[in-house]
């Protein structure tokens, strides 16, 4: 036996459902393409060091207002996989947070061999913060459990960037 209350559904009471108030939600479903600069680097090319991430990577960067999180996964060659950079978090202005779980996902999917990670700083600055240095410091001992190197983190800021590898911070 139930002792809750009942509510008797009053069909009189109902609004008419073109007066009901309607909830609308927003999906991405599918980024769009862009065109490439004409000097964006060839389909095969390789990652050899900082600039060409930065050549491969300014397209993509110039185009977000808030903060933003790649990967480059690479194959055994260290040419960038078919898939091509893969965003793995778009945060707020100037935060974007970033699990191990969602960057191994991604380079995982991609059947990568090793990665390179990118994000931006929108105000232009390029040098890295304390939680750039934190974040990069767990996704290198991530990939050494899953065999999954990361070479390099790459911040861009504006037209200059900052290489976690060529300071001497990986």
């Given at each position: ?123 232009g600055d ?28 790459v ?16």
């Amino acid at each position: 036996m139930s002792t809750g209350v009942r509510y008797p559904i009053r069909t009189a009471l109902r609004k008419p459902r073109r007066l009901r108030r309607r909830l609308v939600t927003v999906r991405l479903v599918q980024e769009c393409t862009f065109a490439a600069p004409d000097d964006y680097p060839p389909a095969g090319a390789r990652i050899r060091c900082p600039e060409d991430v930065f050549a491969r990577m300014a397209p993509y960067v110039g185009r977000e207002l808030a903060e933003a999180f790649w990967i480059l996964p690479l194959d055994s060659q260290s040419n960038v996989c078919v898939v091509g950079p893969v965003v793995i978090t778009r945060g707020i202005l100037n935060a974007s947070l970033v699990h191990p779980r969602e960057v191994f996902h991604a380079a995982i999917e991609a059947h990568a061999a090793g990665m390179i990670l990118v994000h931006n700083h929108p105000s232009g600055d390029p040098t890295p913060s304390a939680e750039d240095r934190a974040v990069t410091k767990q996704l290198v001992e991530a990939g050494k459990l899953l065999d999954i190197p990361v070479y390099d983190h790459v911040i861009v800021g504006g037209s200059r960037h900052f290489s976690f590898a060529d300071a001497g911070l990986m």
